[in-house]
């Protein structure tokens, strides 16, 4: 008498597969947002760092010199202890009235020219605004806040 007997599975079924396809591709659609906004917030604290080291050293040349002259760029960024305007991420500028800006070039995970400016108030010191809000923080607020942060120093 012949018995049939089961043969031992060897391997996944085509639905086990999919399934597994399928919940890749769940967590996938969660990560990748969350990604991107993570590299966006860590480039943009990484240009507000650049910035606010330059703060100290623009203050000591606005004490000694009362502004900054748009003529004088180069000299103010090499004073300033800035090797070059530009960095993978941006590039840095002083403006006559009194203001250092980043601006972010396309190919960063910031949008292409959102800036991060510091400007020097004779009264309040200086106050930084940023134009995107993904970058914002506590002391650099998005620009047009009624409730900008000083940060005088």
Avoid: H
């Avoid at 305007?85 to 070039?105: C, M, Q, R, W, Y």
Wanted: some cysteine; overall charge positive; hydrophobic content about 35%.
């Amino acid at each position: 008498m012949k018995t049939n007997q089961l043969k031992k599975q060897k391997g996944f079924t085509l639905i086990e597969l999919m399934i597994v396809v399928a919940i890749i591709g769940v967590l996938s659609a969660i990560a990748v947002p969350a990604y991107k906004d993570y590299v966006k917030k860590s480039e943009g604290a990484t240009a507000l760092a650049t910035m606010k080291s330059l703060i100290t050293s623009a203050e000591l040349w606005y004490q000694e010199k009362g502004s900054f002259k748009k003529d004088s760029e180069t000299e103010i960024l090499k004073n300033l202890g800035v090797k070059s305007d530009t960095s993978p991420l941006g590039k840095i500028e002083v403006e006559a009235d009194n203001k250092l800006t980043f601006t972010f070039k396309e190919g960063s995970a910031v949008p292409k020219d959102t800036k991060i400016t510091y400007t020097r108030e004779a009264e309040a010191g200086w106050k930084c605004a940023v134009s995107d809000e993904v970058i914002k923080t506590t002391s650099c607020p998005k620009a047009g806040n009624a409730n900008q942060a000083s940060n005088a120093q």
